[in-house]
C-alpha cells in the first residue's frame, strides 16, 4: 500500500507530504455519476487525495458515490445544497442553502465537511456566517483549471494545469452539468497527475488555512 493511503485515518499528523512540496487538489459540482467514478481511478492510479466539494442535492441523489468518495480518503466540502447564484436569494434561503448543503454531506458520510466553497467563487457574509457557524473555513483556491465554457478545452486544461506551483490549491469540476467539461478535464488529468510527481509536487489534503489562498488564475 502507498503511504497515503496507509496512514490516512490512522496517524493523520504523518499522512501528508512535506508542506513545502504540497499542492490541493480539489473538484467541484459532484458528485457526477458518469464522471466522478472515472476521476476516482484516476486518482487512486496515481496514488493521490483530493477534496471534493459536493452539492448536497446531487450527493443525496449518489449516496454510494459519496460514500466511495470518503472510503477512498478523499475530502468532502460544502458547495452549498442546489449552487443557486448566492446573489438571487434572500439571507434566510442564502443560508439555508450552506446548511442544507453540509447537512447531506454529514448525514451521508456521518462526517461534517470542515470547508465551504461558495457557487461561482461569490462571498455572501450570511454563507460565510452560516459556513463558520457549521465549523467550515472558507476553501477558494490558487489556479483554476477553466475546464468549462469555450476555454475548456483538454489541451488549454493541461496547460493551465501544468501552471500549478508548490501551496496551489487547484479548482477543477467533476459534475457534468452546465458548462463543465469533465470530458476534457479527464483527458487532461492522468498528464497532470504524472507531471506533478515529476516535479517533486505531491497532493495532500486542504489545510484549515484554506482561506489564505486568493486566486491567481
Ligand atoms: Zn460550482
Given at each position: 500500500m502507498s503511504r497515503n493511503r496507509e496512514t490516512a485515518g490512522l496517524l493523520p499528523g504523518l499522512a501528508q507530504p512535506p508542506e513545502a512540496r504540497r499542492v490541493y487538489l480539489s473538484f467541484d459540482d459532484?458528485?457526477?455519476?458518469?464522471?466522478t467514478p472515472r476521476i476516482l481511478d484516476l486518482l487512486a492510479q496515481a496514488d493521490v487525495l483530493a477534496t471534493f466539494f459536493l452539492v448536497g442535492r446531487r450527493a443525496l441523489a449518489q449516496p454510494a458515490l459519496v460514500r466511495r468518495i470518503a472510503a477512498a480518503g478523499h475530502a468532502l466540502g460544502n458547495h452549498t445544497f442546489s449552487h443557486r447564484h448566492p446573489w438571487t436569494m434572500a439571507a434566510p434561503t442564502a443560508r439555508k442553502e450552506v446548511r442544507d448543503g453540509a447537512a447531506a454531506v454529514a448525514d451521508l458520510t456521518g462526517v461534517a465537511p470542515r470547508f465551504f466553497r461558495p457557487p461561482h467563487r461569490r462571498l455572501r457574509r450570511c454563507m460565510l456566517e452560516e459556513a463558520m457557524r457549521g465549523g467550515q473555513a472558507l476553501a477558494l483556491w490558487d489556479l483554476s483549471a477553466v475546464d468549462w465554457g469555450p476555454l475548456g478545452a483538454a489541451r488549454t486544461i493541461a496547460r493551465r494545469l501544468a501552471a500549478t506551483q508548490a501551496g496551489d490549491i487547484v479548482l477543477m469540476h467533476d459534475g457534468g452539468q452546465g458548462i463543465n467539461r469533465p470530458a476534457e478535464l479527464v483527458e487532461a488529468l492522468p498528464g497532470f497527475l504524472a507531471d506533478l510527481g515529476r516535479r517533486g509536487l505531491m497532493p495532500a489534503l486542504l489545510p484549515e488555512a484554506a482561506e489564505r489562498h486568493a486566486p491567481r488564475a
Open positions: 459532484g458528485p457526477d455519476p458518469r464522471w
